[in-house]
């Protein structure tokens, strides 16, 4: 399984990003799916857990300021942020949650104040 993401940038504090991830194979209906990201010098860590059919979970990391939607039949799913904040700086990346498959390359968000 190869999971590409893509949509990372450079944005002001305040401003919004809308990343994308995609699967080469149908894992979306067999995984829940989770965002993550690794700032410089921290952990992976997990943004948000999307099951495979109940609710969204998001922890506490960017909640309120995060929305994920996922198309399963497109094996994709996006993760809106917003209110951006120099601390969001990091490598985001999608993934199974209890399955990992290899990670991908990540798409980079930077965020300048």
């Known amino acids: 399984v190869q999971l590409v993401e893509y949509g990372g940038g450079s944005v002001q504090a305040g401003g919004s990003l809308r990343l994308s991830c995609v699967a080469s194979?149908?894992?979306?209906?067999?995984?829940?799916m989770g965002w993550y990201r690794q700032a410089p010098g921290n952990q992976r860590e997990l943004l948000a857990t999307?099951?495979?059919?109940?609710?969204?979970h998001y922890t506490d990391a960017m909640k309120g300021r995060i929305t994920v939607s996922k198309d399963t039949a497109k094996n994709s799913m996006v993760l809106q942020m917003r209110s951006l904040e120099p601390e969001d700086t990091a490598v985001y990346y999608c993934?199974?949650?209890?399955?990992?498959?290899?990670w991908g390359q990540g798409t980079q968000v930077i965020v300048s104040s």
């Open positions: 993934n199974a949650v209890l399955l990992i498959y290899s």
């Open positions: 194979q149908n894992i979306f209906s067999r995984n829940a």
């Open positions: 999307v099951p495979r059919g109940s609710e969204i």
